[in-house]
């Protein structure tokens, strides 16, 4: 709706500039059932496939393409020629998220426009914070462009936080409860792993992009088709992908950052009937987060000494990330917190919401890790002692507390709920 449609009614290419290839397969599928001249470019298709596209560029309406595209002098000594009416850069919020590290390519897309300087152009994205607005427009080089902005947050999509240690039997029974969902994993090994345990007790598929490409879409194709129900997937399934009846979406590791999250977990409900978005976090990850993260000085050092300054920016910038991911986690999902995040402003951490045995076992220092200095002994501490120590706090109004089901909520003294 936002450039397809108006894009119908006048003569010439709309160029979209998108940053899947299993997304921009997604669209130009939709377009060509519509009966719409689209096609797209990357590499996957073979020269021969590609070089009938580019002949054939004045009879399409749409044409799809990876940001490296437009650093192929061949491809813009083509496009030189035909009508060209306007550049979409669809999922915009790339550009910051993925122009710093891993996509280089999007910070090229400021020349590529100076180009066309009188062609129209859009920026598109669910999901866009103050500090990725501004690198929008300087990397895109956008002066003073018409705003349409709504708010990212889905008031039909249920946000659940659950923090416990053996996560396998909770996933069984969404599984067991939901008619359709993903779950998304961070490692192509985890994914591999759990589908194999899966598969014996539920019709299921995995996604990642270590898969043959046949494969890959086989498998998109049967879950959009409602033939398997669940998938199994890396962060490399589901943008834009279009299901109506996804109701479920599960996480079994916190994603790379807030945007991400939502991103992912707008895949669901796409017919506005509702859906649950569950977040399992193992304590121990949260507890370890600093020691995955942390930039220590020798580690700044070497990269120095190595010469490897783009190591440097990345862990610098998941350091970043990885900060706004445990406020967000300690903020229990609230709507209030992600509308905060979103309009760039700061929020202060309110607690965590973690099931109360596990809160003992963690204090009493079981499973190798500890908490709190004051229950450092291998033989853990009596619960009797841990109950005089909380209550003590709460007495003194360093902690508050809150039951919620069987979740305790704790919360540093002088906040709000």
């Known amino acids: 709706m936002c450039y397809q449609l108006p894009s119908l009614g006048r003569p010439g290419l709309t160029l979209v500039i998108s940053p899947l290839i299993a997304l921009m397969q997604d669209q130009v599928t939709q377009l060509q059932n519509a009966g719409i001249a689209a096609d797209y470019l990357c590499s996957l298709k073979s020269v021969e496939e590609q070089n009938t596209i580019l002949s054939s560029l004045r009879e399409l309406s749409f044409l799809y393409i990876t940001p490296e595209r437009v650093r192929s002098q061949n491809f813009l000594d083509i496009l030189d020629t035909v009508l060209l009416k306007a550049v979409v850069i669809d999922e915009a919020h790339c550009v910051s998220l993925w122009g710093k590290t891993f996509r280089p390519s999007y910070r090229h897309l400021k020349a590529f426009l100076s180009r066309y300087p009188h062609i129209q152009r859009i920026a598109l994205s669910a999901t866009i914070t103050p500090p990725v607005k501004r690198d929008i427009f300087t990397y895109l080089g956008l002066r003073h462009p018409v705003l349409i902005e709504e708010p990212p947050l889905r ?41 194999f345990l899966l598969k014996k007790h539920f019709p299921i598929e995995i996604y990642h992009a270590g898969l043959e490409k046949a494969q890959r879409d086989t498998t998109l194709k049967r879950f959009l088709s409602g033939e398997v129900p669940w998938i199994i997937a890396t962060s490399a399934f589901g943008m834009g992908i279009d299901k109506a009846d996804i109701r479920t979406i599960v996480h079994l ?165």
């Open 155 to 195: 008031q039909d999509i249920s946000l659940h936080l659950h923090v416990r240690e053996n996560l396998f039997p909770f996933l069984l029974h969404l599984l067991s409860t939901s008619p359709c969902g993903i779950v998304y994993v961070q490692s192509r090994y985890t994914c591999e792993y759990l589908g």
């Open 253 to 417: 590791h916190p994603p790379a950052s807030i945007e991400d999250y939502l991103q992912q977990v707008g895949r669901a409900s796409r017919d506005g009937k509702g859906a649950h978005a569950y977040l399992l976090v193992s304590p121990s990850r949260l507890a370890h987060w600093k020691k995955r993260h942390s930039l220590d000085f020798f580690f700044v050092l070497s990269t120095f000494f190595r010469g490897n300054i783009l190591l440097l920016q990345r862990r610098w910038f998941e350091n970043q990330l990885w900060r706004d991911m445990l406020q967000w986690i300690g903020d229990g999902l609230s709507f209030r917190f992600l509308a905060s995040y979103f309009a760039g402003k700061k929020t202060r951490w309110r607690g965590f919401g973690i099931p109360f045995l596990t809160l003992v076992s963690l204090l009493q220092g079981k499973g190798n890790w500890i908490l709190h200095p004051s229950y450092g002994k291998k033989q853990g501490t009596p619960l009797s002692v841990f109950s005089r120590w909380l209550w003590h706090n709460i007495s003194n109004h360093h902690l508050r507390l809150r039951f919620l089901s069987d979740t305790l909520w704790i919360y540093p003294g002088g906040t709000h709920e």
